[in-house]
């Protein structure tokens, strides 16, 4: 068959928003790690859709690390951004982080596509994916593709529709 065209996404937010959860899902079945650790550094794992195949740099989102984000900014060529959307006492943080990279001079003038997910639908006190937009003021980015899924990875739920977004903002 054709082969299928190679894609760089950084994969970013903060520690235990879900990120590896995420990427573990979009994984085949038979790659799924078993048990997810939080990361140290960075990871380089791969998954397929139809018409891609994605190399994703999964960071660690813990504060010591997030100065290694920066760093892959070059290479990317989309960004898959996970929010924890119960942790509300650092949704500030969140978007601080955001805000960082959106300024950052390697995507500051670059039409790159932002997949959000809107993670951990799942638990109760989880904030709307509304909600989760208007805190990080989404509506602000003008010059890049964006869209938000309201997710929930422990069940794979919300997943398929964030990737197919992704994948028809490359083609
Ligand atoms: P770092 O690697 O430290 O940056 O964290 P991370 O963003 O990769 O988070 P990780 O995937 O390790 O998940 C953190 C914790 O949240 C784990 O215990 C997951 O099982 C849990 N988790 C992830 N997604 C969900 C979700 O949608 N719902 C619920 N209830 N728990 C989730
Ligand atoms: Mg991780």
């Given at each position: 068959g054709l082969k299928k065209k190679?894609?760089?996404v950084i994969c970013l937010g903060l520690d235990n928003s879900g990120k590896?959860?995420?990427?573990?899902?979009?994984?085949?079945?038979?790659?799924?790690?078993?048990?997810?650790?939080?990361?140290?550094?960075?990871?380089?794992?791969?998954?397929?859709?139809?018409?891609?195949?994605?190399?994703?740099?999964?960071?660690?989102?813990?504060?010591r690390y997030r100065n290694l984000w920066e760093h892959y900014y070059k290479e990317g060529q989309a960004i898959i951004f996970v929010i924890d959307s119960s942790d509300k006492l650092r949704m500030v943080v969140a978007k601080e982080e955001l805000d960082t990279l959106l300024?950052?001079?390697?995507?500051?003038?670059?039409?790159?596509?932002?997949?959000?997910?809107?993670?951990?639908?799942?638990l109760r006190d989880a904030l709307s994916s509304v909600k989760v937009s208007q805190l990080l003021c989404l509506e602000n980015i003008k010059d890049k593709p964006w869209h938000i899924c309201a997710s929930n990875a422990v069940q794979g739920e919300g997943l398929?529709?964030?990737?197919?977004w992704l994948q028809d903002q490359i083609r």
């Open positions: 190679e894609v760089n590896t959860t995420i990427i573990n899902q979009l994984k085949p079945s038979n790659a799924q790690a078993q048990d997810i650790v939080p990361t140290i550094g960075f990871s380089i794992e791969k998954f397929k859709t139809s018409s891609l195949s994605f190399t994703v740099f999964d960071m660690s989102g813990q504060g300024n950052h001079p390697d995507i500051k003038h670059r039409r790159i596509p932002i997949l959000f997910f809107a993670n951990k639908m799942d398929q529709e964030g990737v197919d």
